[in-house]
C-alpha cells in the first residue's frame, strides 16, 4: 500500500490504509484478506462454541466471553485503524486455543 499509494495520489505522505481490512487486501489481496478474516471468524465461532459447551460453573465460560468481546472491539476498531500486524490480537487468538481445549475437560 505505502509503495504504490504515491502513484495514485502523488503529494500524499504514505501513511497506512486506516483500516485492517483495505490494508491486508493492498498488502496480500483477495486470499490474504480472506485468510484474515477466516482465521478470526473461526477464532471466534470456537470461542462461542467453548462458551455454551462448558460444564456449568467453569472458568472457561466467562473467558470465553470475554475473549470473544475483546476480538469483537480488535475488528470493529480495525475498520478505522490499520493494526493487523498488533501482537496482542494474535496473542488472544492464542488464549481462545487454550480456552477453548480447557472448555473439553472436567471441572
Known amino acids: 500500500y505505502q509503495a504504490l499509494v504515491r502513484i495514485y495520489q502523488p503529494g500524499i505522505d504514505p501513511l497506512s490504509a486506516h483500516s485492517n481490512y ?3 487486501l493492498a498488502e496480500t489481496g483477495f486470499p490474504g484478506l480472506l485468510l484474515y478474516l477466516a482465521f478470526f ?7 462461542g462454541a467453548a462458551a455454551n459447551r462448558a460444564p456449568p460453573g467453569h ?3 466467562p473467558a470465553a466471553r470475554l475473549l470473544q468481546v475483546s476480538l469483537v472491539a480488535y475488528l470493529a476498531g480495525g475498520g478505522f485503524n490499520s493494526r493487523h500486524d498488533f501482537v496482542l490480537a494474535y496473542a488472544l487468538a492464542g488464549a481462545a486455543l ?3 481445549a480447557a472448555s473439553r475437560r472436567d471441572p
Open 22 to 24: 483495505v490494508q491486508m
Open 41 to 47: 471468524g473461526g477464532t471466534l465461532l470456537a470461542l
Open 59 to 61: 472458568w472457561s465460560a
Open 98 to 100: 487454550a480456552v477453548a
